[in-house]
């Protein structure tokens, strides 16, 4: 076969853990090498089993399935796998390109970058679907490893995931060591499980905003290394798997929690294609590999894969030398949902923030405002989170402003600043220096107008496949009395408009948290259903840099 491709270089390896496992584990397993004229299977002593599945997983648990090859193959109801490997958000792509029976992935939250992918999916409230969809067939909880005395910090603000997050937001000795979330599910669910609970305390603007500043104090360990902490002050989110034979290695002040409020872990989830579940020869493969995986030979090839599972009717058993990490917390971290693995993506890869933002602020005189808990006006700290966006959206993305009050350029009630152009040089600097002399004027808010102004607009400037957003500040009040568009006629120029093919993602945010404010916020959302537009209210003058960072990070519908 080498002399093969040499002679073609045709194929393709995609088996990359070769390397890890060697040649004699992978033949005697019948894992493949893909080739770009299909599969071929290296098959361990010619087989006679014909039912075969084409399985994608992760590099942490294809020794699992490895372990199980040789026993899955032989008897009546044999089942032969063409085992390839795939971490993180490139798995999507393989398991269509290959055309894949089964997707097990180190984590249930990676199905959710892979909408188009024909799955089984989860069923009502995240219960198992068909073909046993959704199972998790083991799991690997995830620790923080750290220094002594960054572990007394972590234990007096809490002992928990929460606490991580809060010290990472305000103690600037504290940092971060993770791998790529973009290519391991430990990187992706320990940035993103410390960010939800954030999310739960105090929502989603400050959930990105403190993923925003761990990435700015993070270490991220790339290819296939660990994220051990090597200097004071670091803590690395490790999994089980991989913590368990590097606890001897640890400096000698090494600390390990485990965090008190959430059990943070890797969850091997089962997810069959419906193509497979409808072939009833690979149906009945795929039944008879998910009741290995729960039998005793799967349970006992997980735990030698430094896995975890539970076998039926008994407590959790943890793999041989876990016994001496500590005690996980009871409750599990919900998996992450699609907008949430967005957020983390997006925060470590500037690619991942493209999208074309026209950014309108209400310039009336109520901007003029000192913010709750600050001495600086709204107008600032608007002005302020502008320029931040020049920071962090890529070239490729589309940046516009404009200003609005009642009448600023008759008859309509709001003047385009800056138009919607691609983030070049002099575009960023134009884009400095127009969020800069951002100021307020006298007179009052022509809101509805401008809405619907800005919404048709990014319509008329949509790029296909390039997330497409309005985001408009304001003091929340319609006072153009002029103006025949109430809510009622908003909603429905709104629904006139609606374009499946230009979509826009349509944000308001509204400054203040009395009741006034909350009702007439809840009616403007209202009105802004037919666009699936979302109202931001904001109470206090931290919230407005936050919501910046979100926009920029996946935009704010959460």
Known sequence: MGKHAARSGVVRWTVLTFLLFGLPALVAAGIVVVRSDGWSALSGGGSPCGKKLKVVTASSFAPVLTAMAPKL??????????????DGRAAPDTVRQTGADLWIPDDTSWVGTAPTLDLARLGPENTIGTGGAGTVVADSPIYMVTDGA?????????????????????????????REPGTSG??????????????????????????????????TIRGGGIALPENPGEVGLIPEYALVPQLGKLRKDGAVLAGK?????????????NAALADEERAAGLSRLLDALAGPEGVDAIAA??????????????????????????????FLGAHHVDHVLATWYSEDRQTDLLVVVDVSGSMNDPAPGSNRSLMELVADGCQELENLLPDDSRLGLWEFGV???????????????????????????????????????????TILAAYKSAQDNARKDVPN?????????????????????????????????????LSV????????????????????????????TLANANEVSAVFIHVAAGGLHG
């Open 73 to 86: 193959a032989d008897g009546d109801e044999c089942v032969r796998m063409d085992i390839v490997i795939a």
């Open 150 to 178: 960054t572990a007394a910090k972590l234990r007096s603000a809490g002992d928990s995931w929460l606490a991580l997050a809060t010290l990472l937001d305000t103690d600037a000795t504290v940092k971060m060591v993770i």
């Open 186 to 219: 430990d990187g992706m669910v320990g940035a993103g499980s410390m960010a939800e609970t954030v999310w739960d305390q105090a929502g989603m603007d400050a959930s990105a905003q403190v993923l925003s500043r761990a990435y700015a104090k993070s270490r």
């Open 261 to 273: 409020d959430w059990r943070v872990a890797l969850r091997y989830t089962w997810f069959p294609t």
């Open 305 to 334: 894969a430094g896995l975890r599972t539970a076998r039926s009717g008994e407590p959790e058993e943890p793999p041989p030398g876990a016994e001496q990490l500590p005690l996980l917390a009871a409750e599990m971290m919900p």
């Open 407 to 449: 009448q600023l350029d008759p008859p309509r009630d709001y003047r385009e600043v800056l138009p919607a152009e691609s983030l070049t040089p002099s575009h960023r600097e134009r884009t400095l220096e127009a969020c800069k002399q951002l100021t307020t004027r006298s007179g009052g808010t022509g809101l509805y107008e």
């Open 469 to 505: 957003r309005v985001l408009i500040f304001t003091d929340g009040r319609n006072e153009d009395s002029d103006s025949k568009l109430d809510l009622p006629a908003l909603s429905a120029e709104l629904k006139a408009a609606h374009d499946d093919e230009r979509p826009v993602s």
């Open 509 to 536: 945010v509204v400054f203040g948290d009395g009741e006034e404010t909350k009702d007439s916020s809840a009616a403007l959302e209202k009105a802004l259903e037919p666009a699936d537009g979302y109202v931001d």
